[in-house]
């Protein structure tokens, strides 16, 4: 590695040219190894001991490009490409390497081998960037054996939150910080290194899990956000009573009742679907959830996303108007919000050159921005540094199910934009 540096533009495309498709599809069938399951789906939960298999064999390709390896306090594990000027805090890149209890083989693990795609290519194409370039795989994106999710990023973070994480516990009752424990016990050649270490710029790469992309036809997408979400739980109260004997108008049945204010919270996001405002009522507890009882309460959740906030505060304005005019009848609480995430421009404007010559040299089309409706690691990251994220098509947009899949040409795709904006942001000395 001691050819002249060439400009940062030249060497991020060069870096984009060396993206080798063949090794980064033998990489995802690797890792899919671990955790593969017959139907082709993949099964590897956070910290399972196929999990910790996983991490080693991740460990020994990193060291193999040249990397040093290190994890934190929360288990994340990095792998650390050295620039020219090793004082000066990282480039991060990566993604999650834990699963859904039946998921596929590109949630998470696409983002992490892509960033280890890149080290190849960079050295393949004998280049040193000025700022070293680190590939993180974060512990505990999903959230299914322990939650939260996005435990691993949002300890990063902001480390006070670990220790509100090390008691929870999976349904085996083995807790999250036993767990954690033996993950880094089973490392001990891995130095640890900080949480909330300086990091100059951070980008994800991830498959959409969407429609958007595929119905468009566009192999890249260049996410300018992360939705906001809000929760609540609505309580409708009634009387329970006999089902057959008790007249109709003579009833306080709470199911009359909330199954019509659920159907005006409908409409109301039928009519903002352009702002593109989603709405799932998605549980429901009913006393006494009897055939012949009329129901004495209903209590069910609202979860509500946006993008922009001003259309969440509406949407939460008419709820709790809907709710009073019930009297005492109905109470609604709000027990989660999240604001949204906007990623900062000069950082779309980076992807989107990197993306436009990656799908220009294919001869396919330009690449469009849209929003995420998931989470993702980014979004704690976001808090953190300038943080942005690539999404490539996911096949009906499906995931969090052993049918996930991607065309292995946007997978190549992806990660060639990856690797010209990491490397473009590795040469910027500021
Ligand atoms: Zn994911």
């Known amino acids: 590695m001691n050819q002249p540096l060439s400009t940062s533009a030249t060497s991020a495309a060069q870096a984009q040219d060396h993206v080798d498709n063949a090794r980064l599809q033998a990489a995802i069938a690797a890792l899919a190894a671990f955790g593969g399951r017959p139907d082709g789906g993949v099964s590897r939960e956070t910290l399972t001991e196929v999990d910790l298999a996983s991490r080693r064999h991740l460990i020994e390709q990193a060291r193999a490009l040249g990397c040093e390896v290190m994890v934190d306090d929360c288990a994340n594990l990095f792998f650390r490409r050295a620039g020219q000027r090793n004082d000066l805090p990282p480039v991060l890149t990566g993604s999650h390497g834990d699963t859904q209890p039946v998921g596929g083989k590109l949630d998470g693990a696409y983002g992490v081998l892509a960033g280890l795609e890149v080290i190849a290519a960079l050295n393949?194409?004998?280049?040193?960037?000025?700022?070293?370039?680190?590939?993180?795989?974060?512990?505990?994106?999903e959230g299914s054996r322990f939650g939260p999710g996005t435990m691993g990023s949002s300890a990063f973070v902001e480390p006070s939150?670990?220790?509100?994480?090390l008691d929870s516990v999976d349904k085996n009752k083995v807790r999250f910080g036993d767990a954690l424990q033996t993950a880094l016990a089973s490392t001990p050649d891995v130095p640890r290194c900080a949480m909330q270490r300086p990091m100059s710029a951070c980008v994800e790469l991830h498959?959409?899990?969407?429609?958007?992309?595929?119905?468009?036809?566009?192999?890249?997408?260049?996410?300018?956000?992360?939705?906001?979400?809000?929760?609540?739980?609505?309580?409708?109260?009634g009387m329970m009573a006999h089902a057959g004997t008790t007249p109709m108008d003579e009833r306080r049945d709470a199911m009359a009742a909330a199954v019509p204010l659920a159907q005006k919270l409908y409409d109301f996001a039928a009519a903002e679907a352009a702002s593109q405002l989603r709405l799932t009522l998605g549980r429901?507890?009913?006393?006494?959830?009897?055939?012949?009882?009329i129901p004495g309460r209903v209590e069910f959740t609202v979860d509500m996303?946006?993008?922009?906030?001003?259309?969440?505060?509406?949407?939460?304005?008419?709820?709790?108007?809907?709710?009073?005019?019930?009297?005492?009848a109905m109470e609604v609480s709000r027990f989660f919000q999240r604001e949204p995430t906007h990623f900062p421009a000069p950082m779309l404007?980076?992807?989107?050159?990197?993306?436009?010559?990656?799908?220009?040299?294919?001869g396919l089309p330009a690449p469009m921005a849209l929003t995420s409706g998931a989470f993702h690691d980014a979004m704690y990251v976001a808090d953190h540094c300038p943080t942005a994220m690539i999404f490539v098509p996911s096949k009906n947009g499906i995931s969090h199910n052993a049918a996930e899949a991607t065309d292995p040409r946007d997978l190549f795709l992806g990660v060639q934009a990856l690797a010209y904006t990491v490397t473009a942001l590795a040469n910027q000395e500021q």
Do not use: M
Not at 316 to 327: D, H, I, Q, T
Not at 349 to 362: C, M, V, Y
């Open 161 to 165: 939150r670990l220790a509100g994480y």
């Open 305 to 328: 996303r946006c993008v922009d906030d001003s259309v969440l505060d509406r949407f939460e304005a008419f709820l709790r108007a809907e709710v009073a005019a019930a009297g005492e």
């Open 124 to 141: 393949d194409a004998g280049i040193e960037t000025i700022r070293p370039i680190e590939v993180v795989a974060w512990t505990n994106e």
């Open 207 to 237: 498959i959409e899990q969407g429609p958007v992309l595929e119905r468009a036809g566009i192999p890249l997408g260049v996410v300018t956000g992360i939705q906001a979400v809000r929760w609540f739980s609505v309580t409708c109260h």
């Open 349 to 362: 404007k980076l992807i989107e050159e990197a993306a436009t010559r990656a799908s220009a040299q294919a």
């Open 284 to 293: 429901w507890q009913v006393a006494p959830n009897s055939v012949n009882t």
